[in-house]
């Protein structure tokens, strides 16, 4: 039973309703959806548990049919909050349980956000009248309405539980008491219970609630004689009663839901659905509406519903792919790629002949900011499909891909199923984005989850857990992307075709800069090639001095910082004309003439042209600003040459304002200019690397320390590295005895990149020959290589990125394996033409071309020919 000494805090939540009242000692089921509400649910009911938190005033808010906002009603109740549930999806909707504790008068509004709070005053009980018991009239009234509520009790099915709870609180509760609660109970309209609670002294409360009770009694009775309608009453009593009164079941409300309903059913019949939807959608609609409207799985079954009728079950676009639009599509946005568009256009053209997606997945693996997501908008844009991107990095559930079981609360679909009732359609193109980066958790393999998804076999049947109803997502195109093949589960692996998408040579940023980047990051800021010009080598120093990346987002970046900082100059000094203080638009309808303007724009078609030419941009980024931005942005143009001089262009001191100092300037030849250091070459997921090794050793006990975050592999491959040097010691006049006192320190930078890879024993060694012999590598050497214990050197891989890494930091030398000759078929001319690639097959040959005039006792000579032969060389 409610507590009846309550006392309340001076300032109180409130949750403000429109369609009900709470009365004292009745529990109601309150919905909740609307922004403050959460907001007040979420910080006072379902974080921190005290008592004190739990009790919230309800104030009715009425609306009166001239004013549009409604005022709060001054009475409200005080409430207990007893129970919370709900969901978080499609959209957060709670639902509380409330028991009704004492009147307040609601005297301001002390707080409008997050939720608003009231300040209060409790408004005590009559304890006078209740205790009068010479005021012979009011006890006539309180039996009267004693005797009444015990007639509806015996008219209501006593089997109920709440029924009978109710039959012994007429028995017990205090008079007081009573009359609330069966003002709360019976059917009354919002005004009428509004007036119950304003009744604040108990005569006025009987007055106002005999009636209804007398009303609801007769309605009872008829109910009952009325043979035909009777059995659906009684169930409406009962419904009502089982579900807890809600504030939603007074008439208003009732007919709402029935509207909504009636809604949901028509939806369903247009939606088209395929028969065995359609069978399902039935019953749950059927099972919706024998439901009390807010109980929480009447929630979760009208979500249900809508995604059914929202999902794209067969509507689908018609694909307008030609291959010479692809072609031009492909290379209006993306410069370079060659390799990678010529197989995009094979594929395309593939599936045009077939007619059918049946065939591998592509999968694009390279670097960040190389372009793969880029050209996967783009093949969307030539087939005239709407794109979705699904990021999988992180996902280690295989419910976020398939879906969670409708039973518990907050279930949703998998991401599949939402991706395609967020795009409409059944056939978009899918990027499965960072497909490299799924997890394994404990909630199941989503790699495995993946597979049913892109299996052509099983993808027309797919059946996501929440939906339960199998979809066809044999029309999707999906696509992949990875940084790296080598996290890839590898039965996922095999449905994919994998295109590598390698980093951009310097000259090929450039040009991106130039023709793609600089353009978009224009128009992005309202500026066009009139205001704002990069010169390509401006282009070149940002790319050499403020990035080292291998494709081309931090330059997008720093380009747009660029453009912010002309946006202010141009927005500063558009704002305000200093003489006449107008704005704009004003001095320019005062001050220019209609043929002004129409020679004006003549001109600058003219000249914006004559640009677009110069800067050779392509076509379809640019053609948009002589026609659209051009004319538009025109009068301001004439306006702002008057007070600056257009266009700027960028040159270095305005990258160092804009920019600061350079960020990577090519310190390498410093660092290598002492004995024990050498430049090594180390393939990443994020593209090439170089890397600097550096060695000392100091007194100590025979020890080699290798610190660097390495791996196992690349452990070993400093033990085979020492063993060689100790072994070849004397050839390199290194004393033999160069670890006896001593011990060895070796680093590989970059601590907190975990590392590893067989590639790293060339440098290794040449570190070592370095320390120990005391000679410098030379500074503009990189190299690349797995050893033996022999000293043979054997091939690597990631050839092309280790080389434009080298090329990037501006070394001109670069020792690989010999038989990685065949990789430099890949590498840019631009790269090659740059760099002395030195072929090597021995250990010794890496030696002799790192050191400045190697290493002489090394080198046998050959006696059949003259030649010079290294030892390993012969193995
Ligand atoms: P990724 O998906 O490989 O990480 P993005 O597709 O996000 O890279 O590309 C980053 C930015 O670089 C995008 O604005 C993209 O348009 C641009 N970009 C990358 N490569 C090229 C290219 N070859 N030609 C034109 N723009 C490119």
Redesign the pocket.
């Known amino acids: 039973m409610v507590p009846h000494n309550v006392t309340l805090p001076k300032n109180l939540p409130l949750v403000i309703v429109s369609d009900g009242v709470l009365l004292p000692g009745s529990t109601i089921r309150l919905p909740v959806s609307s922004v403050k509400n959460i907001n007040l649910v979420r910080s006072r009911l379902t974080s921190g548990n005290s008592l004190r938190n739990t009790i919230i005033g309800i104030v009715t808010k009425e609306t009166s049919k001239d004013s549009h906002g409604g005022s709060l009603h001054d009475i409200g109740t005080a409430g207990l909050v007893v129970q919370v549930t709900g969901t978080n999806w499609p959209r957060p909707s709670y639902s509380l349980l409330i028991t009704g504790l004492c009147r307040f008068k609601l005297l301001s509004i002390v707080q409008e956000h997050p939720y608003p709070v009231g300040a209060v005053k409790q408004i005590e009980y009559d304890k006078s009248l209740a205790s009068d018991d010479n005021d012979l009239q009011l006890k006539d009234l309180i039996r009267e309405f004693k005797e009444a509520a015990k007639k509806m009790v015996a008219l209501l099915d006593v089997s109920v539980p709440s029924v009978a709870k109710l039959k012994e609180l007429v028995e017990q509760v205090p008079s007081q008491h009573l009359i609330d609660l069966i003002a709360a109970f019976v059917r009354a309209t919002l005004p009428e219970r509004l007036k119950v609670l304003d009744a604040v002294d108990l005569a006025t409360r009987l007055k106002v609630t005999l009636p209804l009770l007398l009303r609801h009694i007769q309605k009872l009775k008829e109910d009952r004689e009325s043979d035909d309608t009777r059995s659906r009453k009684d169930f409406k009593i009962v419904k009502v009663t089982r579900g807890g009164r809600g504030l939603s079941h007074d008439a208003d409300s009732y007919e709402d839901d029935q509207n909504e309903l009636a809604e949901l059913e028509a939806k369903i019949k247009e939606a088209n659905l395929p028969e065995h939807a359609l069978k399902t959608a039935k019953k749950e609609l059927a099972r919706l509406k024998q439901m009390a409207p807010h109980m929480p799985e009447s929630s979760m079954t009208r979500n249900y519903l809508d995604l059914l009728v929202d999902l794209p079950w067969s509507v689908s676009v018609k694909d307008t792919c030609n291959i010479s639009k692809a072609r031009a599509d492909l290379d209006a946005?993306?410069?370079?790629?060659e390799k990678v568009k010529r197989r995009i256009l094979e594929y395309l053209a593939v599936r045009q002949l077939r007619g059918d997606l049946k065939g591998p997945i592509l999968c694009f693996v390279?670097p960040?900011?190389?372009?793969?997501?880029?050209i996967v908008k783009s093949i969307a844009s030539t087939l005239g499909r709407p794109y979705y991107r699904m990021s999988l990095g992180g996902v280690s559930d295989q419910h976020d891909i398939r879906g969670h079981r409708r039973t518990y609360i907050g279930a949703m679909p998998g991401r599949v199923i939402q991706g395609l009732r967020s795009v409409k359609v059944n056939n978009p193109v899918m990027l499965l984005d960072e497909i490299d980066k799924l997890g394994t958790g404990i909630h199941g393999d989503p790699g495995a989850a993946l597979l049913e998804v892109l299996d052509p076999e099983q993808n027309s049947t797919f059946t996501d857990t929440y939906l339960n109803l199998p979809f066809d997502l044999s029309q999707v195109l999906f696509v992949a992307?990875a940084n790296t093949l080598s996290t890839i589960p590898s039965p996922l692996m095999d449905r994919m075709e994998i295109i590598h998408v390698p980093g951009y040579t310097q000259e090929e940023k450039v040009m991106?800069g130039a023709l793609?980047?600089l353009p978009k990051q224009l128009q992005e800021h309202g500026l066009s090639l009139d205001i704002l010009q990069i010169p390509q080598e401006i282009i070149s120093t940002i790319i050499g001095e403020y990035t080292r990346e291998a494709?081309?987002?931090a330059l997008?970046r720093k380009i747009a910082a660029v453009c912010r900082a002309v946006a202010v100059q141009v927005a500063e000094t558009k704002c305000v004309d200093p003489v006449t203080n107008k704005t704009d638009s004003e001095v320019i309808v005062a001050e220019i003439d209609d043929d002004q303007v129409q020679k004006a724009v003549d001109d600058q078609v003219e000249k914006v042209e004559e640009s677009h030419k110069e800067n050779n941009t392509l076509e379809k980024e640019d053609s948009s600003h002589p026609i659209t931005e051009g004319s538009q942005a025109l009068p301001n143009l004439l306006q702002l040459k008057e007070h600056m001089e257009l266009p700027i262009i960028v040159d270095l001191k305005m990258i160092q304002d804009v920019l600061g100092p350079p960020i990577f300037q090519s310190g390498l030849a410093g660092r290598v200019s002492v004995p024990g250091v050498a430049v090594g070459l180390a393939w990443t997921p994020v593209g090439g690397e170089v890397m600097v090794v550096e060695a000392t050793s100091s007194a100590g006990d025979s020890n080699l320390t290798l610190t660097g975050q390495l791996g196992s592999v690349m452990q070993e491959s400093a033990k085979i590295a020492l063993s060689w040097v100790r072994k070849h010691g004397e050839l390199l006049r290194i004393d033999k005895d160069f670890m006896k006192d001593e011990e060895i320190h070796m680093h590989f930078p970059a601590g907190a990149i975990s590392k590893d890879g067989p590639s790293a024993g060339v440098t290794i060694i040449t570190v070592l020959v370095s320390l120990l012999t005391k000679r410098c590598v030379r500074s503009d050497v990189a190299m690349t290589g797995e050893i033996t214990l022999n000293g043979v050197v054997l091939p690597v891989g990631g050839i092309k990125e280790k080389l434009m890494a080298a090329h990037r930091s501006g070394l001109t030398t670069v020792i690989i394996p010999a038989a990685n000759k065949k990789d430099l078929d890949d590498i840019p001319s631009s790269v090659l033409n740059e760099i002395e690639v030195v072929l090597v097959n021995t250990v010794e040959e890496v030696l002799q071309a790192a050191f400045d005039d190697g290493f002489e006792d090394m080198f046998e000579t050959d006696n059949d020919n003259g030649k010079s032969v290294s030892p390993s060389s012969k193995l």
């Open positions: 946005d993306h410069y370079g790629l390279g960040p900011g190389v372009g793969k997501t880029s992307t991106i793609h980047l494709g081309v987002r997008e």
